[in-house]
């Protein structure tokens, strides 16, 4: 039975009564309750005014129940049954332990839905007591951990091997790779000649190919209704009453010294707080971030998830892990030093409902705030804005599978889990994710918001960085190749070439680029005539239309790119982009390398280098922090 | 609804098509034949018989129109030089079509729209564009579309409109050779039709998104050049180079020894006779002088090819300036579009004026004696028959079968008459190039253009071996002339043939 529910005050007047409150702050609460369709002690929580763990303690006062502490009076973990770990997070209700023969049941969430959660699973004769909602969360975590970990490693690779990266060469593949190479190395060895024309017949006709398409894009993408489709009158008819629980991941990995700025944004967020559900992910051995996440007296809207210890240790199982705990119907993902513009999540939601029904993800543009700092950080700024401002939207428009950026990517999230969540093994897990929406019949939109983040501005550092996203590209690419004619099935006509220029063919340039910049170049100091003979006219028009037609086209919409931004002192830079791309290069040969001997490694990015940083927190330049 | 609006730009561009083909069937009954379109079809017949490589042709000359020429003529049937008159054709109609559709949208109504389009196409300066020959249709489209593109640029102010401008820039260096002066007046103005926010924000950034793909495009020309002749500049100073114009023939056109040179004078004829061929625009400006949009672009546009035509009239380079005015009708067709919808006495006027530009036009042309106007207006009214020389010459060739030695770039219209390359040996050809002495110990006749001609500066082989059509060669003895042309034959022919 429940304990005496019978009111004597109200919640409120018992919070001003504790002295947890004043009377102003009372009314204030009452007013955004009403605007945020939220319960009063949610917006209390939400606001900071009062911690978790007095809250509860007043409700309990409140219902006149006894209130219990976790961590000082530890529940039975025996009593817990992990077939229904998602309802006890559902109803924040779990089974607490035996006393004098009675179960007693701990619940934080005391509602209609809950109540008859708790009914259903442990009848009428128990006893109720009242907690915080996060003893239930870290009662869980710590009694589930083996559950969600294994679910969060393993659910794709079980419910669709066919999808999943863990297994990086099919058998299938490595004979018909080995065909290739053994056919290629024979024709070489009879037919130099002929063989190295046709190789270069090949390239030229890829990046020809590569041109066409990706100007297409860059049309398509920079056509202005791209960039009308939320106005701030849309935003201003919004209810936040109506507005649904939004759940925000942010995985870290010894980020304790950018988590301010995370956490800073959160706050910024246009969007009732009550109504946000922020999972701050965090590697269980990581005890410095978990510490720094402790220490800054976060309100109730941010959850610490401990992410246990296992193999592989990427950023898609951390997140698979934590979205056991998810509770929002959407959700969206932002990194360490993420800061999303403040309407973004209006702006999703906008956007989810005017898409079809078959728009389960929407892709919010990302950029970067420290773009001036170097020349690294200018050509990375300078290629995110072509990629995000013109391409994505351009594959949108087209209904080409959109690889998702690494955050920023909003979902409805019984889809997200419908489809069977990130693959854990792939290190590009966005990418697969938005190839995996389109391959089951969804689609991915894109938003006009931006999320500004911090471009790696040091060589090492950003050579780490993108060799695993085309290394993870890689593995995409190598998965849904498996079976190349359900690919084309799943994907249709559009989507099919569309993945094999945007993904194979962004792999292929990397690795293609030095062969033809080098002969290039050879060519331009020697004046040699040895290359003659393997440029016939038809490939040396074709080699001479890449040459200025192409390097050409990419420069100009790189300055486009820094245009659109008005980032203006950007566009000169976008003439040294054939440097750039040749360190794409040297990560593409790294990233292959990897892919061979060691698929599954995350590459590092070290983050809170940019003096931008150290500004914002205030910080000495030698203190950084991992991801 | 979108299904209609398609059926009507198509209908649209149908009639269009219908009405330039009886126009230019009329013109080519009159034996009229456009002098660019008998020189690429000339190429395209020397090429076609051997190995072409794309630095044969020179590199000196726009290519868009010659490789849509050239590709278009491989399709089974279409192998003709008329293939260049229909692609004019098509060009038109598609400009036509287009302005339609968007004088659809601005409310316009189909008796408004005729008699619009009617006053247009009768204008001399469209009518030249779309009918005298491919480069001009092109040229007219191109120059059409970029208009149109600051148009969208000011009225939408979008990234999609500053593509379609520069696209169009950079299709226009390819297209034309007559660019190089649009440029020149291009790179102060361009910018300057960019929205006024974007000016504000960074006028240095606005000229690098306007004017690079241009800058490119010229900068992979001067590449070509200096990859296959190492002159980068070669396109512009070569002898037989389009983007010379008629400069090295300047003496032979009266009007550019009375106002070539100077700029003052090009300037004020230059526009004088934009004034006298479309008081539409001018009228269309000064009315709409308080409306923002129009005074921001519609007096650059005008200026743009009034400033161009002076430009090369100073460079003594056209043969007449309608060689670049003709584009100020694309400039009407435009700024019509950024105007509000004109009704009542506003239309009555512009119609108006629009015929009255049409006798200023015709006006204009009538008092040119520029020979390549000449013609087409003569076309018009009744046949000209072709050089007879170079037809005559043709027939000659045709009749016997020695192999010949001709420089194609000053026989084209020899090798167009001809209608094939067959015995013909041509110095395009590398090999050609390097050992010309041995092909001329070795080839049977050489046909050598009068130096008097305009095209003999062009000519290879005459200017190479000077004196050579006066003269004749050793061993060689004179079987054909023409005044024109003469053809030596060599002696030991028949003896040769004899041991053959």
Redo the contacts between chains.
């Keep these: 039975m429940l304990y005496n529910s019978k009111k004597k005050l109200r919640l409120g007047e018992i919070l001003i009564k504790n002295g947890l409150i004043s009377p102003v702050q009372l009314e204030e609460a009452l007013v955004i309750q009403k605007d945020w369709g939220s319960r009063l002690g949610d917006v209390i929580m939400a606001r900071g005014w009062v911690t978790s763990k007095k809250f509860y303690h007043t409700l309990a006062e409140h219902f006149d129940m006894p209130f219990v502490d976790f961590y000082k009076e530890p529940a039975e973990p025996t009593l817990l049954k992990s077939a229904l770990y998602g309802q006890y997070l559902e109803h924040l209700v779990v089974p607490y332990k035996h006393h004098e023969g009675r179960l007693m049941v701990a619940i934080a969430d005391i509602g209609d839905a809950s109540m008859q959660f708790a009914e259903n699973e442990f009848g009428r004769d128990v006893d109720y007591v009242m907690t915080s909602k996060f003893d239930i969360i870290w009662h869980l975590q710590a009694c589930g951990k083996e559950f969600f970990n294994h679910t969060a490693v393993h659910a794709l690779s079980f419910a669709r091997p066919k999808q999943s990266a863990k297994q990086v060469f099919t058998v299938q593949q490595l004979i018909q790779i080995g065909l290739i190479l053994s056919a290629m190395f024979g024709i070489f060895v009879y037919w130099p000649t002929a063989s190295l024309i046709a190789l270069n017949i090949f390239a030229g006709l890829f990046f020809l190919i590569n041109y066409f398409f990706k100007a297409t894009l860059a049309w398509v993408g920079s056509h202005r209704k791209v960039d009308m489709r939320i106005t701030d009158r849309m935003l201003a008819n919004l209810d936040d009453a109506s507005l649904p629980l939004y759940t925000v991941l942010v995985p870290m990995y010894k980020e304790a010294k950018t988590l301010p700025i995370i956490a800073a944004s959160l706050r910024k967020l246009d969007y009732p707080k009550s109504k946000l559900d922020v999972k701050l992910v965090l590697e269980e051995d990581d005890q410095e971030t978990i510490q720094a996440a402790k220490d800054l007296g976060l309100e109730s809207f941010f959850e610490i998830i401990r992410v246990p210890h296992s193999l592989p240790k990427t950023k898609p199982k951390a997140c698979n892990y934590a979205l056991n705990f998810a509770r929002g119907k959407f959700l969206t993902i932002y990194d360490a030093e993420d800061k999303p513009e403040p309407q973004q999540l209006k702006k999703a939601l906008i956007t989810f409902a005017q898409s079809a029904e078959d728009v389960i993800c929407v892709q919010a543009r990302l950029n970067y705030f420290n773009s001036t700092e170097n020349w690294m950080t200018r050509m990375f700024t300078l290629e995110y804005s072509i990629w995000f401002d013109y391409f994505l939207p351009g594959l949108d428009i087209l209904r080409i599978p959109i690889p998702l950026g690494g955050t920023s990517n909003h979902f409805k999230m019984d889809k997200l889990r419908e489809i069977g969540l990130w693959d854990p093994y792939n290190v590009t897990e966005d990418a697969d994710l938005g190839m995996r929406i389109t391959q089951l019949g969804y689609r991915v939109g894109v938003v006009n918001s931006t999320t500004y983040e911090e471009a790696t501005g040091a060589l090492g550092n950003w050579i780490r960085q993108r060799s695993r996203w085309v290394k993870g590209y890689m593995q995409t690419y190598l998965v849904y190749m498996r079976h190349p004619i359900d690919t084309y099935r799943t994907l249709g006509h559009a989507g099919f070439w569309g993945f094999q220029m945007f993904v194979g063919g962004t792999i292929m340039t990397t690795l293609l680029l030095p062969f033809m910049y080098g002969m290039y170049f050879f060519w331009l100091i020697t004046q040699t005539m040895a290359l003659d003979s393997y440029f016939p006219p038809i490939v040396l028009y074709m080699s001479l239309f890449n040459l200025l037609m192409g390097n050409g086209f990419f420069i100009y919409v790189y300055m486009l790119g820094a245009f659109k931004r008005h980032n203006y002192t950007l566009i000169p830079y976008a003439l040294t982009a054939p440097f750039y791309w040749m360190l794409l290069s040297l990560a593409g040969y790294k990233a292959l390398w990897q892919l061979v001997f060691n698929p599954f490694y995350w590459e590092k990015t070290t983050h809170g280098l940019t003096h931008f940083v150290h500004e914002e927190l205030d910080l000495p330049e030698n203190q950084n922090a991992k991801t | 609804m979108q299904k209609r609006k398609s059926h009507r730009v198509l209908e649209f561009f149908i009639l269009a098509t219908a009405l330039f083909s009886v126009l230019m069937v009329w013109l080519l009954s009159h034996d009229y034949h456009s002098e660019y379109s008998l020189r690429v079809w000339a190429k395209i017949l020397a090429f076609g018989g051997n190995?072409?490589?794309?630095e044969d042709s020179g590199i000196l000359f726009p290519y868009v129109p010659f490789y849509l020429f050239w590709g278009v003529t491989k399709f089974p049937g279409l192998h003709t030089e008329y293939v260049s008159y229909l692609l004019s054709i098509l060009a038109a109609a598609g400009v036509f079509a287009h302005w339609n559709t968007f004088l659809v949208k601005k409310g316009y109504r189909l008796k408004e729209r005729l008699l619009l389009a009617t006053l247009v196409i009768s204008h001399p300066f469209a009518l030249w564009g779309i009918t005298s020959g491919l480069n001009n249709a092109l040229t007219f489209a191109v120059f059409y579309m970029f208009c149109f593109g600051v148009v969208r640029l000011v009225l939408?102010r979008?990234?999609?409109s500053?593509?379609f401008l520069?696209a169009s820039l950079a299709a226009f260096f390819l297209t034309d050779d007559r660019s190089m002066y649009l440029a020149i007046v291009m790179f102060p103005f361009i910018p300057l039709i960019a929205p006024d926010r974007m000016l504000k924000?960074?006028l240095?950034?606005v000229y690098?998104?306007l004017l690079?793909?241009f800058a490119?495009a010229f900068m992979?020309w001067m590449?070509?050049n200096w990859?296959f002749h190492n002159d980068p500049f070669m396109f512009m100073h070569a002898p037989e180079a389009m983007y010379n114009g008629v400069w090295q023939n300047s003496d032979q056109y009266s009007w550019l020894n009375q106002w070539g040179g100077d700029w003052i004078a090009s300037i004020g004829y230059s526009f004088w006779l934009s004034l006298l061929a479309t008081p539409a625009t001018i009228w269309m400006i000064w009315r709409n002088r308080m409306h923002e949009r129009v005074l921001h672009t519609a007096p650059k546009l005008f200026l743009m090819p009034a400033f161009a035509a002076a430009i090369g009239t100073v460079g003594f380079a056209l043969f007449h300036a309608v060689d670049v005015l003709f584009m100020q009708m694309a400039v009407f067709m435009t700024a019509l579009l950024l105007l509000p919808r004109l009704r009542g006495n506003s239309m009555k006027t512009l119609l108006g004026l629009l015929l009255l530009g049409n006798f200023g036009g015709w006006w204009i042309m009538h008092t040119s004696d520029a020979p390549q106007l000449n013609k087409w207006k003569a076309a018009i009214l009744h046949s000209v028959p072709d050089s007879t020389s170079d037809v005559q010459l043709a027939k000659f060739l045709n009749e016997q079968h020695y192999s010949t030695l001709i420089d194609e770039r000053a026989g084209y219209r020899v090798i167009a008459a001809k209608g094939n390359v067959t015995n013909l040996v041509l110095p395009f050809r590398v090999e050609v190039k390097l050992v010309d002495k041995y092909f001329l110990k070795t080839v049977d006749q050489l046909a050598i253009l009068n130096p008097n001609h305009r095209l003999s500066v062009v000519d290879a082989i005459g200017k190479k071996y000077e004196g050579i059509y006066w003269g004749g060669w050793e061993g060689f003895h004179l079987v054909y002339d023409d005044q024109q042309w003469r053809i030596y034959r060599r002696n030991d022919i028949e003896s040769l043939a004899a041991k053959k």
């Design positions: 190995d072409f490589r794309l939408l979008d990234l999609h500053i593509l520069t924000e960074s240095s950034s690098v998104i690079t793909p490119f992979s590449y070509l990859m």
